[in-house]
Nanobody, 121 residues
């Protein structure tokens, strides 16, 4: 089974940018739909962005600010986050799915440990 490791989180001021990375190890990385989710303290895990062969797709709260991309040669998926807001503060996790355009956590199989993103006002 694929294993995922996120990196790139940190503390940033509102309006700033961060780029998260998710490196995968294991077979057939290019076959998977890749997704990013986030979870703030006391909140449910929510969908942020996904990438499939059909294209990328986003949660409503990040459209126009976040961009997901993928480098199959490096087995890595990225999340470029611009114009960050304090409400973007959360632990961000990547995950794999076999379902096109998956948006719900239960549609994803393997998960990374997550990386903390904190946006100060």
């Amino acid at each position: 089974q694929v294993q995922l490791v996120e990196s790139g989180g940190g503390l940033v001021q509102a309006g700033g940018s961060l780029r998260l990375s998710c490196e995968a190890s294991g077979p057939s990385f290019s076959r998977y739909i890749m997704g990013w989710f986030r979870q703030a303290p006391g909140m449910e895990r929510t969908f942020v962005a996904g990438w499939s062969i059909a294209g990328s797709y986003y949660g409503d709260s990040v459209k126009g600010r976040f961009t997901i991309s993928r480098d199959n040669a490096k087995n890595t998926v990225y999340l470029q986050m611009n114009s960050l807001k304090p409400e973007d503060t959360a632990v961000y996790s990547c995950a794999t799915s076999g379902k096109t355009s998956a948006r719900r956590p239960y549609e994803y199989d393997a998960w990374g440990q997550g990386t903390q993103v904190t946006v100060s006002s």
